[in-house]
């Protein structure tokens, strides 16, 4: 038979928990979305551009990212957005 409760908040009330479970898990999947939409835009502007790392110094030479630091990058940056970005 279920336990009907008759109202009111108790301490063993899990509904929270579940609720913070949730929205961790939320989070996390956007975070992902988000990750995986910069790097697919990243590669459709790799297909047309070179992208150029930026000197400190004034120099000729030129120094192109490779992939891992790129994606690192568009990782970080999914990280910092807030919530609804």
């Known amino acids: 038979m279920a336990i009907i409760r008759q109202g009111g908040y108790t301490e063993n009330d899990s509904s929270d928990k579940l609720k913070e479970k ?10 992902f979305q988000l990750n ?15 992208i150029v790392k930026k000197s400190e110094e004034y120099s000729d030479e030129v120094v192109y990212p490779d992939r891992d630091e790129l994606a690192k990058y568009t990782q970080d940056y999914a990280n910092s957005k807030p919530k609804g970005f």
Do not use: C, G, T, V
Request: glycine share 0%.
């Open 22 to 31: 949730r929205r961790l898990i939320i989070e996390e999947e956007r975070i």
């Open 36 to 50: 995986e939409a910069l790097l697919a835009y990243l590669d459709k502007l790799l297909e047309e551009y070179e």
